[in-house]
């Protein structure tokens, strides 16, 4: 996960921002602080799981995503749609009216993301067979979920299943597909993902600066959502030219407990949020979860259909998506399995909660910590701009908060202050008096 840039798709409008703590008590990595009334985002911290963009009132954190108006240097477009795009829609009979009406939006095709799920899951039961795998063993699908390991449970990277997620081999796949259709050169051929998360859209950036994404550009399911809503309900059974060719298990990726069910393994463990992630993580990090063979974590409430970029409520999508479905036989048509899935960049550990890289200056850092604390009234109220007291301690000794930015110990040192202003007063009366 590259530590050498610092894209992200989760941005932040200050001119909108109120710097009302919601995001900054909420971040699951304490990647935000409030200064001068304005939230701030460290960027080295932030995993793009969207949670600020949810919890925000006043819309000021967005999520950056390519446009819809895609250069004409591209000969063919392809529209690469997630499972969780099809739970959006209530009008929807099936989901082959979906994909039609996607591609009247303008798209020269479209490929289903659950066709790369189907191949990712019969290579998961491959290696979780063959013994190679360390256990509990860890999805990689969440890219969110993959980098909250990478600066939080380094001794879980090892955990990762080494493969890519569906959408990475679904591009390939379509891109493949559509090369042998048209006779065009790859290069000329338009991969468009319609994602349900920001932190697709850092994947795909970050791998594209080193050549190794087939997703050319990530567009926001919302903005897809509302240009084809009101069209996909006057389709009639004649607009629909083409049908799912994916099955059901693949389909329900798409939910939480849907790719632990493909892997076909009973000690399983499905967990969605990314508070709830972040626990499991913990149980796994001290050693009680050895029972357990395969974890499949989704930052998303209720999965990928609870995406910050989604359009519909998670419970809603989900039990749509269940209807679609139930018509669909479990497994869709062979796909390629010449596609290259290992993961092909190496998932590093960014040591980014650090205090220092020298040992005897971060102990030291943590001593100036643990006493400044001691000091402080224990309420994480935020007042201070950061998260916490501990991490307003850690701001403080850094050098990047002032003690006095703590509302509580600067109520104390004018009370003190006070005090002594009246001591010398009365002091100086008496002199005066004597």
Not at 320 to 337: F, N, P
Not at 394 to 410: M, Q, T
Request: proline share 4%; hydrophobic share 40%; charged share 30%.
């Amino acid at each position: 996960m590259g530590e050498k840039k610092e894209w992200h798709s989760v941005t932040l409008d200050q001119d909108i921002c109120k710097g009302c703590t919601n995001c900054l008590k909420n971040c699951p990595t304490q990647a935000i602080r409030i200064q001068n009334s304005k939230a701030k985002i460290l960027k080295e911290r932030c995993i793009d799981c969207g949670v600020c963009i949810r919890v925000c009132p006043y819309h000021a954190k967005k999520a950056v995503t390519d446009s819809l108006d895609i250069p004409d240097t591209y000969k063919y477009k392809v529209a690469l749609i997630a499972p969780a795009f099809y739970g959006q829609f209530s009008r929807a009979e099936n989901i082959g009216m979906i994909l039609s009406a996607v591609r009247k939006m303008g798209f020269d095709d479209v490929f289903e993301v659950a066709r790369g799920a189907q191949a990712i899951s019969e290579r998961t039961r491959e290696l979780l067979e063959s013994g190679e795998l360390l256990k509990p063993t860890i999805s990689s699908a969440c890219p969110a979920v993959v980098k909250l390991i990478t600066i939080r449970f380094p001794n879980l990277i090892s955990h990762i299943i080494p493969l890519k997620a569906p959408m990475e081999i679904a591009a390939a796949m379509a891109r493949r597909e559509a090369v042998k259709k048209t006779g065009l050169k790859p290069e000329e051929i338009a991969i468009i993902f319609v994602s349900p998360c920001a932190a697709k859209a850092t994947e795909v950036r970050l791998a594209k600066t080193d050549g190794k994404s087939d997703v050319d550009f990530v567009v926001s399911m919302k903005e897809v959502y509302l240009k084809m809503a009101q069209q996909i309900g006057k389709m009639t059974e004649e607009d629909i030219d083409r049908g799912s060719v994916s099955g059901k298990e693949s389909i329900l990726w798409a939910v939480s407990g849907g790719e632990a069910n493909a892997t076909h393994t009973e000690r399983n463990i499905s967990v969605d949020g990314i508070d709830n992630v972040i626990r499991v993580l913990e149980d796994m990090d001290d050693e009680k979860l050895k029972d357990i063979d395969y974890i499949e974590a989704l930052a998303c409430p209720g999965g990928c259909v609870g995406g910050p970029l989604t359009a519909e409520n998670n419970f809603v999508a989900r039990s749509r998506l269940s209807a679609l479905v139930k018509s669909i036989a479990d497994v869709g048509e062979s796909v390629d399995s010449d596609i290259g899935a290992a993961w092909d960049r190496p998932i590093v550990y960014r040591p980014v909660m650090k205090l220092n890289t020298d040992m005897k200056r971060a102990m030291e850092m943590i001593m100036k910590i643990d006493e400044f604390c001691e000091n402080l009234p224990g309420l994480d109220c935020g007042s201070c701009g950061s998260p916490s007291c501990r991490c307003f301690a850690e701001d403080v000794v850094k050098g990047y908060a002032n003690p006095d930015d703590c509302v509580f110990r600067l109520k104390e040192r004018m009370l003190d202050f006070k005090e002594k202003y009246e001591k010398l007063m009365e002091e100086r009366s008496e002199q005066d008096e004597g």
